[in-house]
């Protein structure tokens, strides 16, 4: 069975940016005053530190895959969790799948077509601590990315010098502001020094998935709501194997996530199948 997946700024650098977007009133007429696109971008890049749980939307297409389109649910504190139903267009007439990660397992179900190849067993497991999260995990593909967060990724148009304003526009009957720009990798890479040791690793682990991808730069597209939070956000980039293009549209934020392991009946542990064919 083949399953496959593709998925903030610190404090100083928002309030720095923040500070310079400010404009003066003119005409003597009271005025709100206005952010510049990059303070704009990073005010809603810092607003995702306030970010626990997301339900979230993503479609369009990766180099390896093809067109992919899928919805996911992901709580990220107090301990990662996450459900994902994911279908790829361009496999098999549309081959679809579910991943599931708790309690530090990876579980991908692929309904009745994988019980048919596993001895009626619908559910593969993965245990992400035995199996070292190392080269057996990267079989996996894109599902090995799984624990990523998207929100986190939105963040990445903050490493552009050439951010916009495109103008306004309705995502899902939410009003928002549209941003664009175009981000290197190298210039991504380099913010990682000034940041925490939990944000520096989170994007890392982002970064070396595109480079893997042999990107070096991404257009990004960021649509921002009322509330200076992120609604939307576009990626897209010329990968060794083609192009990506992924388009990420948040449905909720810091709302109840339920997430569990499939039934033990129902699953195959490809640790405990590793152990058996080493004894073996």
Not at 24 to 37: D, L
Not at 113 to 134: C, I, R, T, V, Y
Not at 174 to 184: A, I, L
Request: glycine residues 10%; aromatic residues 4%; contains cysteine.
């Amino acid at each position: 069975m083949k399953t496959s997946v593709r998925v903030p700024v610190g404090a100083s650098v928002a309030a720095l940016l923040l500070a310079a977007g400010a404009v003066g009133c003119s005409g003597g007429t009271e005025k709100s005053p206005e952010m510049t696109p990059a303070a704009a971008v990073a005010k809603a890049a810092k607003n995702t530190e306030e970010i626990d749980t997301i339900h979230y939307r993503m479609t369009g297409r990766t180099p390896e895959e093809g067109r992919v389109k899928a919805e996911a649910q992901m709580q990220i504190e107090p301990e990662l969790a996450m459900s994902m139903k994911m279908t790829a267009l361009d496999q098999g007439g549309g081959q679809s799948a579910e991943i599931r990660l708790v309690d530090k397992a990876m579980y991908i179900g692929g309904g009745a077509e994988a019980a048919k190849q596993m001895d009626g067993k619908s559910w593969m497991k993965f245990d992400l601590s035995a199996l070292g999260a190392g080269e057996e995990l990267d079989q996996l593909g894109s599902a090995s990315q799984a624990d990523k967060n998207p929100a986190t990724e939105s963040t990445f148009l903050t490493g552009a010098k050439d951010v916009e304003k495109v103008g306004t526009e309705t995502v899902d009957g939410v009003k928002t502001t549209h941003y664009k720009g175009t981000v290197t990798i190298a210039d991504l890479e380099k913010t990682l020094d000034g940041e925490d040791k939990a944000t520096r690793e989170k994007r890392q682990k982002s970064l070396e998935q595109y480079e893997k991808m042999g990107l070096d730069k991404l257009t990004m597209d960021m649509w921002i709501d009322g509330d200076e939070h992120t609604k939307q956000f576009r990626m897209r980039g010329d990968a060794a194997k083609g192009p990506l293009d992924m388009t990420f549209t948040f449905l909720g934020f810091n709302e109840p996530v339920k997430v569990a392991a499939p039934p033990a009946k129902d699953t195959m542990d490809l640790a405990e199948m590793m152990k058996e064919s080493q004894q073996g």
